[in-house]
C-alpha cells in the first residue's frame, strides 16, 4: 500500500524548479533567440543590453548566450533564479539573475531592449497590471529602445490546454489543464512528489484577445510596430497560437 503523503499548496514555480527544465525540453531556445535577434536587427537601434522579465531557470538567455548581448534577467521565484545561476551560463559576465516581480524589478542599468516571453504577461490578471507592466518597462529602456512580448491566445488554450491530463514519468509529475471560455482563463494544476511530500501549484492566465492588447498598448507610453505570429514574420492574429508584439517607445530616438 502506497503511504498517505502530506499535500502541500505552494505558490506557482516555486517547487517547479526543480523539473522545470525537463517540462520545457520542447522548446527550442535556439530558434526562438535566433528569432529575438533577427527582430532586434529589424525594428532596433544600438541593442547591446538586453533586461528580460519572468526569465524563469535562464534558458532563453542561455541560448541568447550566441550574440554579443549583455543580458539582465529576473524573475520572482527565488527558486528558478537559483537553477538559473548554477547554470555555466550563468558564470559569464554579460549575464545577470536576479530575484524581482516584472512589476517592480528595475535593472542598475539603462537598457536597450526589453524581454517578457512564454506567455508570461497572461499571469496579469487584469489589463491595469499590464499596463502598469509596460509603464514600468517604458522606466527600464532608453528611448531607442524595443519592447518585445507575447502572449498566447485562445485558439493556443483550446487547441492544447483544456481538458488535459498529463502524467511524466520521467521527471515525476501530473498536469492538468483546462479553459474557462466565460472569463477566459486558462488553469494549469501541477502535482510533483518531492521528498515525501506532494507539492501542488495552480497556474491562472487571462487569455486577452489581441484587441484587449492593443488598446493596453494605446494607453501605455509605447506604439505597436509589429504583431508578428509565432515564430515568424508573417502578422499574428487570433488564428495563431502565440503573437509577439514589438513596441517602440512614442518618443523612439534611433541612433
Same mark, same amino acid.
Given at each position: !500500500?502506497?503511504?498517505?503523503?502530506? %499535500? /502541500?499548496? *505552494?505558490?506557482?514555480?516555486?517547487?517547479?524548479?526543480? &523539473?522545470?527544465?525537463? #517540462?520545457?525540453?520542447?522548446?527550442?531556445?535556439?530558434?526562438?533567440?535566433?528569432?529575438?535577434?533577427?527582430?532586434?536587427?529589424?525594428?532596433?537601434?544600438?541593442?547591446?543590453?538586453?533586461?528580460?522579465?519572468?526569465?524563469?531557470?535562464?534558458?532563453?538567455?542561455?541560448?541568447?548566450?550566441?550574440?554579443?548581448?549583455?543580458?539582465?534577467?529576473?524573475?520572482?521565484?527565488?527558486? !528558478?533564479?537559483?537553477?538559473?545561476? %548554477? /547554470?555555466? *551560463?550563468?558564470?559569464?559576465?554579460?549575464?545577470?539573475? &536576479?530575484?524581482?516581480? #516584472?512589476?517592480?524589478?528595475?535593472?542598475?542599468?539603462?537598457?536597450?531592449?526589453?524581454?517578457?516571453?512564454?506567455?508570461?504577461?497572461?499571469?496579469?490578471?487584469?489589463?491595469?497590471?499590464?499596463?502598469?507592466?509596460?509603464?514600468?518597462?517604458?522606466?527600464?529602456?532608453?528611448?531607442?529602445?524595443?519592447?518585445?512580448?507575447?502572449?498566447?491566445?485562445?485558439?493556443?488554450?483550446?487547441?492544447?490546454?483544456?481538458?488535459?491530463?498529463?502524467?511524466?514519468?520521467?521527471?515525476?509529475?501530473?498536469?492538468?489543464?483546462?479553459?474557462?471560455?466565460?472569463?477566459?482563463?486558462?488553469?494549469?494544476?501541477?502535482?510533483?512528489?518531492?521528498?515525501?511530500?506532494?507539492?501542488?501549484?495552480?497556474?491562472?492566465?487571462?487569455?486577452?484577445?489581441?484587441?484587449?492588447?492593443?488598446?493596453?498598448?494605446?494607453?501605455?507610453?509605447?506604439?505597436?510596430?509589429?504583431?508578428?505570429?509565432?515564430?515568424?514574420?508573417?502578422?499574428?492574429?487570433?488564428?495563431?497560437?502565440?503573437?509577439?508584439?514589438?513596441?517602440?517607445?512614442?518618443?523612439?530616438?534611433?541612433?
Amino acid at each position: !500500500m502506497q503511504p498517505f503523503l502530506e %499535500k /502541500k499548496n *505552494v505558490p506557482p514555480y516555486s517547487m517547479l524548479a526543480d &523539473f522545470y527544465d525537463g #517540462m520545457m525540453e520542447h522548446v527550442d531556445y535556439r530558434t526562438w533567440s535566433s528569432f529575438i535577434h533577427q527582430i532586434f536587427e529589424r525594428y532596433g537601434s544600438g541593442i547591446s543590453t538586453v533586461c528580460e522579465f519572468a526569465c524563469g531557470t535562464g534558458n532563453f538567455a542561455a541560448a541568447m548566450a550566441a550574440f554579443p548581448y549583455t543580458m539582465i534577467c529576473s524573475d520572482r521565484s527565488e527558486t !528558478m533564479i537559483m537553477t538559473a545561476r %548554477k /547554470k555555466p *551560463v550563468a558564470q559569464s559576465d554579460k549575464m545577470q539573475f &536576479f530575484t524581482g516581480d #516584472m512589476l517592480s524589478f528595475k535593472p542598475t542599468v539603462e537598457c536597450d531592449a526589453a524581454l517578457c516571453l512564454y506567455d508570461s504577461v497572461n499571469y496579469l490578471m487584469k489589463a491595469e497590471d499590464i499596463l502598469n507592466f509596460f509603464n514600468h518597462v517604458s522606466e527600464c529602456i532608453t528611448d531607442r529602445g524595443v519592447f518585445i512580448f507575447d502572449v498566447c491566445t485562445e485558439k493556443n488554450s483550446l487547441d492544447h490546454f483544456d481538458q488535459r491530463y498529463e502524467l511524466d514519468r520521467t521527471h515525476h509529475y501530473k498536469r492538468r489543464s483546462y479553459y474557462d471560455r466565460v472569463s477566459r482563463t486558462q488553469f494549469n494544476e501541477i502535482e510533483a512528489e518531492i521528498n515525501g511530500t506532494l507539492f501542488h501549484e495552480t497556474h491562472q492566465q487571462r487569455i486577452y484577445s489581441l484587441d484587449e492588447i492593443h488598446a493596453i498598448i494605446r494607453a501605455s507610453p509605447f506604439t505597436c510596430v509589429a504583431q508578428l505570429a509565432n515564430l515568424g514574420f508573417t502578422d499574428g492574429s487570433e488564428a495563431s497560437e502565440r503573437v509577439h508584439f514589438v513596441l517602440r517607445k512614442k518618443n523612439y530616438v534611433a541612433i
